[in-house]
């Protein structure tokens, strides 16, 4: 073995692990209390990648010894298969990232059409001469290249605005990932004789750089959304409470005072006649009212009546369940998740919610001359998303008079009037009414 093939195999040693730590990274990432943050539902893809990605450039690595070659054409396909699933998941990783912040439609359809793609590209290059320049220009350089993409998209959340740390190495990584995709479409001769630099070497590099962020990246978003979760629980526990000392004195002292005035009115009643006595217990019982009331007037306004998202999902579940008892669209309610909610909703903001989503049913039932409706819930790290959404006949949202008619233009005031932002898209194939409410803590 001479000093140049002991060079290649330590450099795909150290390509290959840098891609499999990187994997291995991801997939221990996988953990439920996390999962309404994107990058880490869409994680698992990310390592698949990885780890196949690592096992590719060991099996490189292995072929410049002599263990496969008296069967290298099953070797090399076995490479070359290997190879292209790994990318098809790292095009998995940037289209579920992407479809969370801009596409927003069914991942199974855009799954199923990307694996159709990377299964065409894979049986046209048969009939191509350099089969693995093919998978490295048509589903490697692509998929690098979104996830590059992807990864801008996700540090431009508004959650890592004050994150700036993690925002920098995010989009960082993000130009590593499209540097990586560029050295797919780079030919290793006329790369070496324009930077004297071998690219595999260069690739290596680029993968220890990914996976060094990677890891940096996901230790510092653990502990920030741990340190977040955390808060965000005990500040859910602190409403639980809030609502336990609200029915406490609801249910027990306001009904204690009350039977205190009952009391009270029977003593006046029992001494009629002392006209002293009975005009001192008057006052007493007016006072005790008043109190009453300032007890009653406080729970109505103060933080005692701080709501989450089930609060919120009891009542349009109600609501709903009345609209399916009429002749109408059917009408399903979907909570999207079902981690700990990240926040609180006042009152108010609740109340201007669920009017915005029942005037939107109304309008759907009334006018889109649909089959269907859905109320999707979806409690993120950033608010509270509400989407409605109907398959009827659409409408031209720009037309002051159709939003008007419709009551559009009081359900977009009301959720601009809480600090919310409302998106309404509508075409032949139906209106998608999408809300989103930050959340008070």
Known sequence: MNDVTSTMIFIY??????FFTLGISALMQINRKHKAFPLVSSIQFLGIFGVLHGIVEWLIMLSFTTLFSNRYVVFREVLWIIN???FVFLWFFALKLINHYVLKKDLRLIFGL???ICVFIYIMAFFVWDRNLMIRYLIGFPGAFMTGVALIMTSSDRYYSRLKWIRYQLNSMAVAFILYGLTQLMDPSVFLELFRIRLEVSRTLLAVIITTLFVSVIRLFKLENDKRLNYLMAIQSVGEERKRLAREMHDVILQDLFSVGIQMEHLQDAYASDFELNRRI??????LKGVMERIR???KTSSFEKNDVEDLHVRLQTMLMNFRKSDGMAIKLVPKNDQVNYGFISTNKLNQLYYVVRESVINANKHSGGNFIQVDID???NGLNLTVADDGKGFDPSQP????????KSMVERINLIGGEINIKSDTNGTRISILVPWEV
Do not use: H, R, V
């Open 13 to 18: 040693f150290i390509y290959g692990l840098a």
């Open 84 to 86: 292209s699933l790994s």
């Open 114 to 116: 990307t694996s159709i």
């Open 282 to 287: 008057g006052e007493s019982k007016d006072q």
């Open 297 to 299: 007037n406080f729970l």
């Open 379 to 381: 409690s993120t790290i």
């Open 401 to 408: 008079t159709m939003l008007e008619g419709m009551g559009l």
